[in-house]
């Protein structure tokens, strides 16, 4: 046993997410996404259209830089949220210690536009843990927005094929083989399709892999091998490359494979 890890603060906060109720957010109905079961229903109901751009951010330190326009449409994901929950916003999560503290604990923020949770079965216990919390949770509860699982492992036919239509797509239009790596890459993928299926613009923050240091948007931290191991920051930079060589008009401010031209 770790005996320095029961000490620590976000485990203490991670065992008290678990044994608390859920908060009064929560419905006791089953999630509902049977009208989403493509890209283009998937930008339908954010209703992305109707922004000017998509500003991805994620919650590394470059992530301090933005600034909050009214006609965008924001992606955040873990605690990138708190920069952007009073703009609209779409909320992306997989982390078991996220996940848990989003089904018990958030609120669904007046400019909420609905939380996506892509999890791929790549036989790792993060993700399979993750699968089980939100395939419970779905199975009877939800909130007054959708909340849209998008997987291979067996849950229903419209998760699947809103798998395979990001994968299909990514690698169409981006020539890029999807990998799960963390959740500020998902959101970056599912903002550079929207983009791309959309014609808007996107801007991307905070995914910074490490550089800056062991550090987020707001504290101090020890980063792990999701965020700045070698092998994911080529995963990274590969997509990031053929992102800025494709037909969007990207801009990213993060410190890792900064690209502020744009097109």
Known sequence: MNFKSIFKKRNYNYFFQLIKPYNDSV???????????????????FDVTHYKKIVVVASGPSSNKIKLEDDALYIC??????????????????????????????????????TVFWIVNNNSK???????????????????????????????ENSKTLDKSLKTYLKSKFDFQYKSINSGFNCVLIGCVLSHFNNIPIEVFGLDMGEGGDVYFNKKANIGKSIKGENNKIIVKD?????????????NYSNFMNYENGK
Not at 239 to 251: E, G, P, R, T, V
Request: net charge positive; proline share 3%; no cysteine.
């Open 27 to 45: 419905r006791n109905i089953p999630t509902d996404i049977s009208e989403i079961n493509d890209i283009d229903k998937l930008s339908d109901y």
């Open 77 to 114: 994901t873990n605690s990138s949220l708190q920069l952007v929950k009073k703009q609209s916003f779409i909320y992306i999560i997989h982390d078991p210690y996220y996940l848990t503290i989003y089904l018990k604990s958030f609120p669904g923020y007046q400019f909420w536009k609905g």
């Open 239 to 251: 997509f990031l490359l053929k992102a800025y060589q494709s037909d969007i008009n990207i801009i």
């Open 126 to 156: 993060i993700n399979n843990t993750s699968f089980q919390k939100v395939f419970r949770y779905l199975l009877k509860k939800s909130r007054i927005k959708k909340e849209i699982l998008i997987t291979d492992f067996e849950y229903n």
